[in-house]
């Protein structure tokens, strides 16, 4: 899933609760890979925390406040830990972006089999 989504909160909403209705709408069930991320209002890419209120943490404010949804952990062996389908679209979209960036180093020759 590679969209735009985009939730009402109220001011006692927690991480968790906002995370719970993104991992609903997209239907996945493998939730403890992921995480909501954020830019602080210093820049810094951030971590939602789920026990917390959106609005105490240091979300750049912005309207509306932004959350990329990301893998925080990776499993060792995909072909084994990844059961859902789009568990695993999640995982190719962000490494791809990820290689596309040049956040992760992909050798020519790997990158014409990924590609492939």
């Known amino acids: 899933m590679d ?10 909403t927690t991480g ?4 719970d209705q993104v991992v609903k709408t997209v239907g996945l069930r493998e939730v403890w890979f992921f ?4 830019v602080d209002s210093k820049g810094y890419s951030t971590w939602l925390k789920l026990n917390k209120k959106v609005t105490q ?3 750049k404010k912005e ?11 990776f499993p ?14 999640l995982f190719f979209l962000q490494v791809k972006e990820a290689i596309l ?4 180093y992909c050798p020519p020759e790997t990158a014409v089999l990924l590609a492939s």
Not at 16 to 19: A, D, G, H, I, V
Not at 63 to 73: D, E, G, I, S, T
């Open 3 to 12: 969209a735009e989504l985009e939730f009402a909160i109220q001011p006692n």
């Open 16 to 19: 968790k609760q906002l995370f």
């Open 35 to 38: 995480g909501l991320q954020y």
């Open 57 to 59: 943490q240091d979300v």
């Open 63 to 73: 309207n509306p406040l932004q959350f990329k949804f990301r893998a925080k952990f």
């Open 76 to 89: 060792e062996d995909v072909s084994e830990e990844l059961i859902q389908e789009i568990t695993q679209r």
């Open 101 to 104: 960036n040049d956040e992760i």
